[in-house]
């Protein structure tokens, strides 16, 4: 999609204030969360990454494929992907409001230094079970906070959330 596609919309989105650079409908045709212009196509790359370290402990050999994981940006995963409307899921991100984009990347770059430190430290060690351990706990570490860049992508806030355990 062409960003000359996408300026009538943009005026749209700009006279309701929110900035972002298509219409609701376009956005969630494009499963670009609406309300955040976030993506959660983009946790894929971290949840290969978790897949990986779930396999270590009974297939050690897989570490390897593991350390092959190289983090990307946002816009780097989607430049890379299939995804049918990257053009649109990076400019999203952009225009995505600032404390948004603050904490879902405040979460990135967290799972962002956790797989890459325990990458180094599976380099250094020689012991299969010494790297089972740091898979075991790494992905431990990393699957919640995934959670919680989802839920910032979905455009959850503490309010809804204990409005939500609440309502069980």
């Not at 405040?106 to 230094?113: E, L, P, S, W």
């Not at 010494?130 to 790494?138: G, S, W």
């Amino acid at each position: 999609m062409s960003m000359t596609a996408l300026q009538p919309a943009q005026q749209d989105w700009d006279s309701a204030g929110t900035g972002l650079p298509a219409s609701a409908e376009v956005l969630a045709a494009a499963n670009i969360n609406p309300r955040t212009g976030l993506a959660t196509d983009y946790l894929n790359h971290f949840n290969e990454a978790i897949m990986l370290l779930e396999l270590i402990p009974d297939m050690p050999d897989c570490y390897e494929l593991f350390l092959e994981w190289q983090p990307l940006s946002y816009a780097e995963h989607f430049i890379k992907s299939n995804f049918t409307g990257r053009d649109l899921a990076i400019a999203a991100y952009e225009a995505a409001q600032p404390a948004v984009r603050a904490e879902f990347d405040g979460i990135v770059a967290n799972m962002t230094q956790i797989l890459t430190t325990v990458g180094d430290a599976m380099r250094q060690v020689q012991q299969d079970a010494t790297r089972a351990k740091l898979a075991e706990q790494a992905a431990g570490w990393v699957k919640p906070m995934v959670g919680s860049a989802g839920g910032v992508i979905n455009g959850r806030d503490q309010e809804s959330d204990v409005d939500s355990i609440m309502a069980q």
